[in-house]
T-cell receptor
Framework: EADIYQTPRYLVIGTGKKITLECSQT?????MYWYQQDPGMELHLIHY???????EKGDLSSESTVSRIRTEHFPLTLESARPSHTSQYLC????????????????FGPGTRLTVL | KNQVEQSPQSLIILEGKNCTLQ??????????LRWYKQDTGRGPVSLTI?????NTKSNGRYTATLDADTKQSSLHITASQLSDSASYIC?????????????FGRGTQLTVWP
């Protein structure tokens, strides 16, 4: 099982609140990703990072922001949560040839289920 | 447009039976194809990964096949168990970018009944 962690696992908050979803990995992977997934739908890439101080927006537009100050940590922040942000957020990481894994394989965390009332 | 289509959308089988899930893709240039298992409320876990030169790959009771010419893949589950109940996601990676962009199918929701 991959060493990638997300907290909290479940979060229910009111509209307008600021939230931060935590993601950390202990594999030394350089690349990290955030995906958004609605029930029965495919994963959509919303943010990614090639390494420290690198952040890029993904395919799906998102009002969230990310930061990558340390290799192992990739938090996602929503400044003002809205009901439309209700979804499952999955963090992943990958490292080319850093730990014997080929093909830039991504390892996923358990996800954060966010509900905004 | 790069796409990954899976069928069926959902499937119910009895414990002990076999089943086959299908994946068609249009991703180009193709790098590799992965099958993930995602339990409810959890993140996806990799089952198999294949490049264009690999026709089949097994992981215990899971066997994946790949036909790079027709751009089709299948995942065969043998002697199903209750713990196999999950969503099975087909994911294709392109080699057109340093990121190794992944394209996800919507998954097949498998339910195994006792």
């Amino acid at each position: 099982e991959a060493d990638i962690y997300q907290t909290p696992r479940y979060l229910v908050i009111g509209t307008g609140k600021k939230i931060t979803l935590e993601c950390s990995q202990t594999m030394g992977h350089d690349k990290m990703y955030w995906y958004q997934q609605d029930p029965g739908m495919e994963l959509h890439l919303i943010h990614y990072s090639y390494g420290v101080n690198s952040t890029e927006k993904g395919d799906l537009s998102s009002e969230s922001t990310v930061s990558r100050i340390r290799t192992e940590h990739f938090p996602l922040t929503l400044e003002s949560a809205r009901p439309s942000h209700t979804s499952q957020y999955l963090c992943a990481s990958s490292g080319i040839m850093t730990s014997g894994y080929k093909y830039n394989e991504q390892f996923f965390g358990p996800g954060t289920r966010l509900t905004v009332l | 447009k790069n796409q990954v289509e899976q069928s069926p959308q959902s499937l119910i089988i009895l414990e002990g039976k076999n089943c086959t899930l299908q994946c068609n893709y249009t991703v180009s240039p193709f790098s590799n194809l992965r099958w993930y298992k995602q339990d409810t409320g959890r993140g996806p876990v990799s089952l198999t990964i294949m490049t264009f030169s690999e026709n089949t790959k097994s992981n215990g009771r899971y066997t994946a096949t790949l036909d790079a010419d027709t751009k089709q893949s299948s995942l065969h589950i043998t002697a199903s168990q209750l713990s196999d109940s999950a969503s099975y996601i087909c994911v294709v990676s392109d080699r057109g970018s340093t990121l190794g962009r992944l394209y996800f199918g919507r998954g097949t929701q498998l339910t195994v009944w006792p």
